[in-house]
T-cell receptor, first 111, second 112 residues
Framework: QKEVEQNSGPLSVPEGAIASLNCTYS??????FFWYRQYSGKSPELIMS????GDKEDGRFTAQLNKASQYVSLLIRDSQPSDSATYLC???????????FGKGTKLSVIP | NAGVTQTPKFQVLKTGQSMTLQCAQD?????MYWYRQDPGMGLRLIYY???????DKGEVPNGYNVSRLNKREFSLRLESAAPSQTSVYFC???????????FGPGTRLTVT
């Protein structure tokens, strides 16, 4: 059984701070890693994808992947109240059509 | 482009009734998926279709059937609804095997 673990939170950070969201996964052959943002009552929205070890930056978002430790993280710099949402980590295997999702971390950015 | 669309947005059913949830995508994606999302359980895959003409079971397929009508459309059918099927249902699509999936707005289903 493939598992993706996230701290459920809530994670509270002040406006302007860095929010750090973490995810671990159990399947060593996982190849693709994603972060989705889900506002309350809305559908998941893809915000970052990462496929190789290291960092990937996109605006205020940085995804970090460490396959040896089976760990992926998302950093949000200069956090804004509009970043308040649940963040879902998702993982897929090599050539797999299926994503395994974590249960999500709820982030609250305090003005 | 509308992306992924789903109908209906809301539905209330009585136990034993049947219904079909519709999903369509205009991104020319090969793969389509149906998930359910329940509090504390996260997103769970019900069925998926890797390409037109194929369907496969996901993690929680019992009580559901699917049809990949054509490349654009993928429907989910509940033959005899049960209260345990009360959930939010999301359809998603992806264009390649790397896994980037794009979600529709969801259907909130209540079974009484």
């Amino acid at each position: 059984q493939k598992e993706v673990e996230q701290n459920s939170g809530p994670l509270s950070v002040p406006e302007g701070a860095i929010a750090s969201l973490n995810c671990t996964y159990s399947d060593r052959v996982s190849q693709s890693f994603f972060w989705y943002r889900q506002y309350s009552g809305k559908s998941p929205e893809l915000i970052m994808s990462i496929y190789s070890n290291g960092d990937k930056e996109d605006g205020r978002f940085t995804a970090q992947l460490n396959k040896a430790s089976q760990y992926v993280s998302l950093l949000i710099r200069d956090s804004q109240p509009s970043d308040s949402a649940t963040y879902l980590c998702a993982v897929s295997g090599a050539g797999s059509y299926q994503l395994t999702f974590g249960k999500g971390t709820k982030l609250s950015v305090i003005p | 482009n509308a992306g992924v669309t789903q109908t209906p947005k809301f539905q209330v059913l009585k136990t034993g009734q049947s219904m079909t949830l519709q999903c369509a995508q205009d991104m020319n994606h090969n793969s389509m998926y149906w998930y359910r999302q329940d509090p504390g359980m996260g997103l769970r895959l019900i069925y998926y279709s890797a390409s037109e003409g194929t369907t496969d079971k996901g993690e929680v397929p019992n009580g559901y059937n699917v049809s990949r009508l054509n490349k654009r459309e993928f429907s989910l059918r509940l033959e005899s609804a049960a209260p345990s099927q009360t959930s939010v249902y999301f359809c998603a699509s992806s264009g390649d095997h790397r896994g980037e999936q794009y979600f529709g707005p969801g259907t909130r289903l209540t079974v009484t």
